[in-house]
């Protein structure tokens, strides 16, 4: 009989089970409810901010602020791209951007494979001055480096922007990790009995094993040098070196531009900046998750 | 042989990557360093050592300590505002891990820390100005005195806390998300046969398992916090085109006293300060982290 009762269960088991589902229901969407209203209040300011670019200054003043313009103009954006020179702006940042990327990429792929599979004592004590260098600020250093850009002549320029995003200590950690994780010995053993050669290891072997590893660091690197600041803004100081961010920046403390020219500027800038993000999400929550994962 | 051979091949490979490391990062640190015991002043040929007469000065000068004080409330401030909510969504969204919404959730907490500083500010700029601002109108509408957010030294302050917290939060609930996605699903199972609620396991089983994120979370909040630059300079820069006069922070004050005053010998002297303050954090991280190892 006892065993019986385990199998079917009773009426009012049922109602008790049917009791707790709508419990746990009701309790799903009271989260789904308040983690739709945190999503909403962190995008608003930003859904604000596209929608003013597209208002007339009256527009701008009414309460409560509207989402879609009553009656959407593109002055503001004309305004914007007749003063200043938006678009070279876009173009020195997006150059900037993909440079450093480069960069970053070649050389985090280059020295954390050595890091990785070369255990020498050299290759250790090197490997220890990277990690002790990792935590000092860019902030703490940029200006000697200032001057070294200086007196190799390449202040207001791309080399200029570059010279402080040439390496990422983080870049070359990320590398390392999944060089130890995902490259087996036996591997590389493997082909260096069959002949191969060092270089051709690298290129053949390793770089394609990486490619997730650096597809997530390439996102990264992108990301940090198109939202630098400090740095361009003391290296870029002639209004057609600007990058974005120094020119929005510097564009704003004018005090004859209003709000509707301020917000076409940026909407400029972050339209494609969140599409882009958007696209390469999967890269990106890689790349910086494996940032809290260096146990 | 071989082993002779490797050698060679790791240093070949290592060596662009070490000189560019050791170019644009070694040497500034190292000058930085030695800068701050010098006095130096662009316009003048000669540079007298004068020992740690730069720190002596700085002790006293109203200007660095006001801004060290501000920067100390802004890192804080942030601090305080992002880890507790950052905990709380990442749990909630890590509950609805399974629901088609999580990934929305993730993406729009995790939008503001992506996109470029300089347009993101600008939003924010809108939301606290005081003349066109929907958080005075909304004041306003519920009675409230309106206030100059923007142009009080204390709430200006508070703007920029709020607007560094909503940049930090994505960050911090992200890493969050990935520690609850590491911790072991048999422990909350014992937890729930023994009948803990929701809210006890969070309090009693993911709040101390996830000591370590927290700390690690704590730590590069606090360190953005110290370095914080565009921000202060968006928002609260005054209309006459000098920024940072209602809010001064450490890297304002350094850049100014780098290039305004061209006193570069006590700007590297602030920089200092900063590079202590940054290593301290992470050492008092470390040791609470081996503590915890040790119980």
């Known amino acids: 009989m006892d065993t019986m009762r385990t199998i079917e269960p009773t009426a009012d088991e049922l109602a008790e089970g049917r009791r707790l589902r709508r419990k746990k229901q009701a309790t799903n969407l009271a989260i789904d409810v308040f983690l739709l209203i945190v999503s909403i209040m962190m995008l608003l300011p930003l859904v604000f901010l596209v929608a003013n670019a597209f208002k007339t200054p009256a527009e701008m003043l009414s309460w409560p602020p509207t989402i879609i313009p009553r009656d959407p103009t593109i002055a503001n954006f004309s305004a914007v791209l007749g003063e200043t020179p938006l678009l070279r702006w876009i173009g020195n940042s997006i150059a900037f951007a993909v440079l450093s990327t480069i960069a970053i990429v070649a050389t985090s792929a280059i020295a954390g494979y050595v890091f990785g599979k070369f255990r020498f004592r050299t290759m250790n004590i090197l490997f220890a001055l990277f990690l002790a260098t990792a935590i000092v600020p860019f902030e703490v250093y940029m200006i000697p480096l200032y001057f070294q850009a200086k007196s190799l002549g390449i202040l207001n320029s791309l080399w200029g922007l570059l010279l402080g995003y040439l390496v990422m200590s983080f870049g070359i950690f990320l590398v390392r990790q999944n060089v130890i994780h995902s490259i087996p010995d036996e591997l590389l053993e493997a082909a260096r009995i069959d002949g191969a050669g060092e270089f051709w290891i690298f290129f053949r072997i390793v770089l394609p094993l990486l490619r997730g590893a650096l597809g997530a660091l390439a996102v990264l690197a992108f990301f940090q040098a198109w939202t630098a600041f400090a740095w361009p803004m003391i290296v870029a100081t002639t209004r057609s070196s600007y990058t974005i961010e120094v020119g929005l920046a510097l564009f704003q403390t004018g005090f004859t531009v209003d709000l509707g020219r301020l917000s076409a500027a940026s909407a400029t800038v972050l339209i494609p900046s969140i599409l882009l993000f958007v696209l390469l999400r999967r890269n990106f929550v890689q790349g910086v998750a494996s940032t809290g994962l260096k146990e | ?295």
């Open chain 2, 1 to 295: 042989m071989l082993k002779r051979k490797r050698f060679i091949f790791a240093m070949l490979a290592i060596l662009p990557t070490l000189a560019i490391f050791a170019y644009v990062r070694l040497y500034p640190i190292a000058d930085t360093l030695r800068l701050s015991l010098y006095q130096w002043n662009i316009l003048s040929k000669n540079k007298p050592f004068i020992g740690l007469a730069n720190f002596r000065e700085l002790m006293g000068d109203h200007l660095f300590l006001d801004a060290l004080i501000n920067t100390t409330i802004i890192a804080f401030g942030v601090l305080a505002l992002t880890i507790p909510m950052a905990l709380v969504i990442a749990a909630l969204i890590f509950h609805r891990t399974r629901s088609r919404m999580a990934g929305f959730y993730e993406t729009a907490v995790f939008i503001p820390h992506v996109v470029s500083l300089v347009p993101a500010a600008m939003a924010w700029k809108w939301i606290f100005d005081a003349r066109l601002g929907p958080l005075n109108a909304l004041l306003d509408f519920f009675g409230i005195p309106m206030q100059s957010w923007l142009f009080d030294p204390v709430l200006s302050v508070i703007c920029i806390i709020v607007l560094c917290s909503w940049q930090a939060l994505g960050y911090a609930v992200l890493i969050y998300l990935v520690g609850f996605k590491n911790l072991p699903v048999s422990l909350y199972e014992a937890a729930k046969l023994d009948g803990a609620s929701g809210r006890q396991s969070f309090w009693h089983l993911s709040i101390p398992m996830l000591k370590p994120i927290t700390l690690y979370v704590s730590v590069v909040t606090l360190v953005s916090g110290f370095n914080v630059y565009a921000q202060a300079f968006v928002l609260a820069s005054d209309a006459q085109g000098a920024p940072g006069r209602q809010v001064r922070v450490l890297v304002l004050d350094m850049l100014e006293n780098s290039f305004r005053n061209y006193r570069v010998g006590y700007a590297a002297s602030e920089a200092v300060v900063l590079l202590v303050i940054v290593l301290a954090l992470t050492l008092i991280q470390f040791s609470m982290l081996r503590e915890k190892g040790k119980a």
